[in-house]
């Protein structure tokens, strides 16, 4: 059965240091969400994609964040510099397309540490 | 703006027992709501989505239902086994294609051999 992919699944960094997060979709899904979840809290959206197009980054802290989609296909995520507050697990998901007919299946996460 | 709320927030049921999850949101013009399992440190594993045009979906011994008018959601969980355990999200999808799914805060569920 097909999955989301993502690496690395753990990351210990310092605060100030760059971090970045990869996310390979399932094959064929035209869009790809990031999402963070803090401990106890539910996911919430960073950034969503349609093939290699930003339609929803309102969320995503844009003085330390960047979110990219080159060619349509895998992504990455990354922090630059990371704070303390910005320990959570990222997870990736992936959809056919946009659209609620959908559902979004999603990756295993990277557990960030920031310490 | 679409909140979604879940109660309780943790449960610990003896194995074999029957239990209902809650879930409620405040927008009633969903498109669909899915619910996830989430085990510990893991991600997010898909369990049933329901479209707004349906009232309930079934998969095994799971059975979800979906009330728009009354903002409601119900996942209902057969003779509970320890396997389980976790925590379970709700998360709904607001009517315009490219609207974020919207989660609770999930409920932690505990089935004690």
């Known amino acids: 059965e097909a999955e989301v992919a993502q690496s690395p699944r753990y990351k210990i960094t310092e605060k100030s240091q760059a971090v970045a997060f990869w996310c390979d979709p399932i094959?064929?899904?035209?869009?790809l969400y990031w999402y963070r979840q803090i401990l106890g809290q539910g996911p919430e959206l960073l950034v969503q994609?349609?093939?290699?197009?930003?339609?929803?980054d309102s969320q995503l802290p844009k003085d330390r964040f960047s979110a990219e989609r080159l060619k349509g296909v895998d992504s990455t995520l990354k922090i630059q510099p990371a704070e303390l507050g910005d320990s959570a697990m990222y997870l990736c998901?992936?959809?056919?397309?946009?659209?609620?007919?959908?559902?979004?299946?999603f990756g295993p996460g990277t557990r960030l540490t920031v310490t | 703006k679409q909140e979604v709320t879940q109660i309780p927030a943790a449960l610990s049921v003896p194995e074999g027992e029957n239990l209902v999850l809650n879930c409620s949101f405040t927008?009633?013009?969903?498109?669909?709501l899915q619910w996830f399992r989430q085990d510990p440190g893991k991600g997010l594993t898909s369990l049933l989505l329901?479209?707004?045009?349906?009232r309930e979906q079934t998969s095994g011994r799971l059975n979800a239902s979906l009330d728009k008018s009354s903002g409601r959601s119900t996942l209902y969980i057969a003779a509970s086994q320890p396997g389980d355990s976790a925590t379970y999200l709700c998360?709904?999808?607001?009517?315009?294609?490219?609207?974020?799914?919207?989660f609770g805060k999930g409920t932690r569920l505990s089935v004690i051999a």
């Open positions: 998360a709904a999808l607001l009517s315009s294609g490219n609207t974020p799914l919207v």
């Open positions: 094959s064929g899904h035209a869009t």
């Open positions: 998901a992936s959809s056919l397309t946009a659209g609620g007919y959908y559902e979004q299946y």
């Open positions: 329901i479209q707004s045009s349906q």
């Open positions: 927008d009633s013009a969903i498109y669909n």
């Open positions: 994609f349609q093939d290699e197009s930003v339609v929803d």
